[in-house]
């Protein structure tokens, strides 16, 4: 449980940092942000989720993150990050879009069947 929480932590991160890179950038509107599979946010989250590429990423993975980003930026823009809790309601709204975490990845020798 707690890996779990650290690794939704890094994705919770990320997405401030380029939500607020955005933001800097000048961008105007959230359906300006686009995430592709060539996308440095990508990139960057497949890298430390799925290191070694052992792993097909969910066909649905670059959605949400594109739709996290976007409610970043929107909060940011917005001024809602002076909010002592802003995150909160952003958590919401992407816990939605997630998937069950498939049976496989319960198994105590799952990180061995990969290598």
């Not at 961008?27 to 989720?49: C, F, M, P, Q, T």
């Not at 066909?59 to 980003?69: A, D, G, I, K, P």
């Amino acid at each position: 449980m707690a890996l779990y929480l650290l690794s939704r932590e890094f994705y919770y991160i990320q997405m401030e940092k380029y939500a607020r890179q955005a933001v800097s950038e000048g961008v105007k509107s959230a359906d300006d942000l686009h995430v592709s599979g060539d996308s440095e946010i990508y990139r960057v989250l497949n890298l430390h989720y799925n290191r070694n590429n052992h792993i097909e990423v969910p066909s649905n993975f670059r959605y949400v993150v594109e739709q996290t980003l976007r409610e970043f930026f929107k909060a940011i823009q917005g001024g809602k990050d002076t909010e002592q809790s802003w995150k909160k309601s952003i958590y919401k709204i992407i816990s939605r879009l997630d998937d069950p975490v498939p049976e496989y990845f319960k198994s105590p020798n799952f990180l061995e069947q990969l290598e």
